[in-house]
Every structure is written in C-alpha cells, then in structure tokens.
Nanobody, 122 residues
C-alpha cells in the first residue's frame, strides 16, 4: 500500500521559515517525480514545486521562486520543501504527490498525501 505522509506544517509569523517533509512508502520512490501542491480555503489547488527522479530538473510556481526550495533524498524516500520568507498568502494545506508525468503532474499524479496545514500570521 502506497503512503505519502507529510509533516512539518504549523503556525509561523510572516517572514519565518518552515520545512515540510513527505515520507513515501510502498512505491519505488526513485522512479517518481515528486511535487508539492497547496490549497487555500475557498481556492483551487495550485502547483508549488516539483522535482524529477534524480533531482536534475526542478520547477517552481512564480510565487515560490527565490523563497522555496524543493529537494529529495532517495535513500530516505523523502521529499522536502524548505519555505523561507513566508507570507500570509502562503497559508494553505500543503500536499505532496508522486507521478510520472512532468507536465501533467497535478492532473495525472499517481499518489497523493493527506496534507499538512501551514498558517502564516501577519
């Protein structure tokens, strides 16, 4: 059974940092593209960042560039999202996903985690 379990969310003041982790089990982690997505209350889920199987390719949504860093450790079956200079508009439930389609990651991800809440106070 495949599981993606996020952790590291919480409440932080604007300008602060959080590091999210997503631990995967039940799949060949190194075979999957990993991504982070977020959904704020009343809004649609949006792409945040993704990383290829061996970390050769990385992409971010524009609002995350320069502030967030995605990384992975295939030996630990874990993907990370380091979030710095957090803003109130970053408040959302952050979920990780595993898939094989770089462009269609969100629509065709194979597996999703349950998410972890990130709340940024002003």
């Amino acid at each position: 059974q495949v599981q993606l379990v996020e952790s590291g969310g919480g409440l932080v003041q604007a300008g602060g940092s959080l590091r999210l982790s997503c631990a995967a089990s039940g799949l060949t982690f190194s075979s999957y593209i990993m991504g982070w997505f977020r959904q704020a209350p009343g809004k649609e889920r949006e792409f945040v960042a993704r990383i290829s199987q061996r970390s050769f390719s990385i992409s971010y949504t524009d609002s995350a560039k320069g502030r967030f860093t995605i990384s992975r450790d295939n030996s630990k079956n874990t993907v990370y999202l380091q979030m710095n200079s957090l803003k109130p508009e970053d408040t959302a439930v952050y979920s990780c996903a595993a898939g094989r389609d770089w462009v269609g990651m969100e629509r065709r991800a194979d597996y999703w985690g349950q998410g972890t809440q990130v709340t940024v106070s002003s």
